[in-house]
C-alpha cells in the first residue's frame, strides 16, 4: 500500500482485524463452510448411518443391523428394475438434451427480430417449476382426451387411443420426452454461453476461406464448444438420474414399475412406505454414479480454461 | 473475385450471378434462422399456449375426445380460473412460496457474498480446492439427503411449518451463488479496492462499499435464480410438509387440486400458467448475466 498518514494508520490498527487477509478470508467464508457442513455434511453421514439401520417413521430408534437393508434390496426386484430404468431415463434424456440443447443454442445466438419474445417461450420448461409443467403434460398424454392421440386420430394415424401412460414402453418414452424438454433451454443456456466466447475472427476465417455452413460447424464451432457442451450433457445427465419428480408425477412409477427410478423408488419405500433404513440405502447406489458425472464434469471446466 | 480472368463483359456477368446466389443464399438462411425460431418456440411453449386455452373452456367442451383440443368449440369461460382464486388454497400457495423465496434469498445473499468475495479476492492456498468443495455440493441431490434431512427436521421440530424449507433451501441455492458470483466479483478491476483502502477504508469496508455498488448486477441474478430454484424445489417440500396450509405451489398444486381421480383440469392448467409466465419473464431479463456469469465462473475457478 502507499504510505498513509501516521493519524490513519492508528485507525487503522484499530480496525486491524478487518483488515488482515488471513482472518478475513476464514471469517467470511467460515458461515457458508458450517452451514453447509450442518445442512449438507451431516446429512449425508446420516444417510449412510440410517442404510445400516433399522429406523423406520414409527419407530425412530437407531438399531445397527449390519448389510440387512442391502440384501433385503438385492432381493428385490423392483430394486434392480429401478436402476435399469435409470440408466435408460438417463441415457435416452442426456442424448436428447445435448442434440435439441445444440439446435437451440444455434438458433437463440442468430440475430432475428422478436428475438426477446422467442426467448421467453424457450426458458418457459425450464423456468416452470417441474412438477406443475408435468401436470401439464398429464394432461397431454390423457388416456381419452390427449390432444396428441386427436391429432392422430384425425391423421388417420391410429383409431382409439394410445394409453402414453397405460403401457410400459410408451410411459418410458413419455417420461423421457417430458425431461429431455425440460432440460433442453438449460443445456442451450449454457452452450450459449460457449458459443458467445469463440472469437469472431475465427468464423469469420472459416467463412473466406470458403467453408459453408455445415463444414464451419462440424469442424469449427463443435470442436471449440466440446467442453462446454460436454459440461451441459453432465448437467443433463446428473439432474435427470437423481431426479424423481418427472416420473413422480406422470406415471408415480407405474404401470407396475416400468418407470420407477432409484430416486422414486427410495421416495415409495422411505417416506411413504415408512422403512427409512431401506429408502437411504437405495438412495446411495446414487452416489458413486453422481461422483463419477462430478470428476468428469470439473475436467471438462479445466479444459475450458485455456481459451 | 471480380479479378477473374476474360473479357470483362463475361467478368460483369459472372459478378451478377455471383451476387445472385449471395442473395439468394442469404434470403435462404435468414428463412432458416426464423422457422428455426418459430419451431424451437412452438415445441417449447406448446403445452402452456395449449394449458391457457384448456384453463378457460367449458366442461362439455374439453371432457368430448371428438372436440378440437386447440380452439374453443363452445363460448369460453372464466369460472375455473376464478375458482381456483376463490375456492382452493392456490392464494396460500402463492403466499407461502413468495415467504419462502424471499427468506431463502436473503439467507443465500448473506452466506453467499461474503464467502464468494473470500474465494474470489483473498487469494489463500486453499481457495480453489475450497471452491470446487463447494461446486461438488451443488451436485449433491434432495434425492439423496431427503431422507435424513426429513428426520433432523422433524428433531428440529419444523415439520410441517415454512420454516422446514427456509432453513434447507439454502443447501440448493448457496453453492450455485457462490460460483455465480465469483465470476463476478473478478470482473471488478483490484485497482477498485486498492483505491478505496489507500482512501482509508479497511478491507473488509472496501469490499462493502467499493466492491458491492459494483456486482449489484450479479447479486440481481443470483436473487432470480435462487428465487427460481426455490419455487420449483420438489423433494424437499413433498417430504417436510404434508399439511395444506403450509405448502408452496408447486407440491400444493400437485396434491391439493387433485382430490382422488377428480382433476380440477382446468384450474390445474391455469394455476400452471399464472405460475410459469412471470418467473420466465423475470429469467429472461437476466439472461445475458447468466451466460456470461455461468463462463466467469467456469472459466475461472
Known sequence: MTAAPAVRRRARTRAGLADRDGFLAWALLLPSVVYIVALVGVPFLLAVAFAFSDVTTG???????GFRNFTEIFHDGVFWRALVNTLVFTGASMVLIVVFGKILANVLVADFHGKWFVRFLVLLPWTTPVALSTISWLWFLDSIY?????VLRHAGLISGNVVWLGRPWTAMGSVVAVQAWRLTPLAAVIMMAGLVAIPRDIDEAARIDGAGFWRRMFEVTIPLTLPVIAVAGLFGAIMTFTDMTVPYVLTRGGPTHSTDVLASWAYFRGIEGGDVGQGAAIALFLFPLLLAGAVAILRAVRRLEPQ | MTAAAGPARRGAREVERLRRHYALRHVAARCGVYGAAVLAALVCALPFLWSLVSAFKQNQDLYDPDS????FNKPATPDHVTFLFTDTPFLT???NTLIVGALVVVITLLLALPAAYS???LDRPWGTPMGIGIFMVYLVPPSLLFLSLTRVVVWLHLEDSLWSMIVVYPTITVPVSVWLLIGFLR???????EQAMVDGYSRLGAFLRAVLPLVFPGIVAVVVFS????????????AFVSASPQMVVSTGVPTQLVRGDVFFWQSLQAATVITAVPIAFLFN???DRFVTGFTMGAVKT
Open chain 2, 285 to 287: 431479463l437476466f439472461l
Open chain 2, 119 to 121: 474465494l474470489a479476492r
Open chain 2, 227 to 238: 428465487f427460481t430454484l426455490t419455487a420449483s424445489e420438489f423433494v424437499y417440500a413433498l
Open chain 2, 68 to 71: 378440437n383440443p386447440f380452439f
Open chain 1, 59 to 65: 419407530d425412530p430408534s437407531f438399531d445397527f443391523v
Open chain 1, 146 to 150: 390427449s390432444p396428441v392421440d386427436w
Open chain 2, 93 to 95: 400457495f402463492v403466499a
Open chain 2, 187 to 193: 470482473a471488478v478491476p483490484k485497482d477498485v479496492e
